[in-house]
């Protein structure tokens, strides 16, 4: 299996964009998590889904941030409009039921919004 | 914020000598993890110790629990300079649904 993909690897934009973040999990996994690691804050969970439902959305920062979970292979986290304060790493991870406590993560994206 | 302290926050060491990373937490847990993230990738998980086990192994590591201090430390004996990476607890508490809390992370330098 590739693991959990994720796209892109890299994004610069300019304050005011959209951005969508992607996220390709392992095939078979229930669960997909969304978090954002910067320096001051370390690792958050964003929002987590089972089954494609979204479980827990507490962690979302505020209501520019959206993620959805369209069918068992593929998510998406957008930010519309993205501001500076948004720069940091985007994670996906997934698990699967039976062993849910592992997470795989995927490499991240790179956020810089100038 | 029930994020739980990760200590030291970098630990420097050489080659061949272990390596002792030490969490707490704050409540009653499922399960406490350790992950190893290296440098500008993703998070790997090592090993999960379940909240009525005191001790495991897995290769060079050891984990230990003690629930009656809400603490763990992760062990790396014989350190290599590929265990350079940064290393952080994540645990899974009663009430949060099976997610996980991550701490800020030790950042551990083996050098050669």
């Known amino acids: 299996d590739a693991g959990v993909i994720q796209s892109p690897r890299h994004e610069v934009t300019e304050m005011g964009q959209e951005v969508t973040l992607r996220c390709k999990p392992i095939s078979g996994h229930d669960y997909l998590f969304w978090y954002r690691q910067t320096m001051m804050r370390g690792l958050e969970l964003l929002i987590y889904?089972?089954?494609?439902?979204?479980?827990?959305d507490s962690g979302m920062p505020e209501d520019r941030f959206s993620a959805k979970m369209p069918n068992a292979s593929f998510s998406t986290l957008k930010i519309q409009p993205s501001e500076p304060r948004d720069s940091a790493v985007y994670f996906c991870?997934?698990?699967?039921?039976?062993?849910?406590?592992?997470?795989?993560f995927g490499p991240g994206t790179r956020l810089l919004v100038l | 914020s029930q994020q739980g302290e990760e200590d030291p926050q970098a630990l420097s060491i050489q080659e061949g000598e272990n390596a002792t990373m030490n969490c707490s937490y704050k409540t009653s847990i499922n399960n406490l993890q350790w992950y190893r993230q290296n440098s500008g990738r993703g998070l790997v998980h090592l090993i999960l110790?379940?909240?009525?086990?005191r001790e495991k192994h897995s290769g060079r590591l050891r984990v230990t629990l003690d629930t009656s201090k809400k603490s763990s430390s992760l062990l790396i004996t014989a350190s290599r300079a590929a265990d350079t990476a940064s290393y952080f607890c994540a645990t899974d508490y009663y009430n949060q649904g099976g997610k996980l809390i991550f701490g800020q992370g030790t950042e551990l330098s083996v050098k050669p």
């Open positions: 110790i379940r909240s009525n086990e």
């Open positions: 991870a997934s698990s699967l039921f039976s062993d849910q406590e592992t997470q795989y």
């Open positions: 889904f089972n089954n494609n439902v979204p479980i827990d």
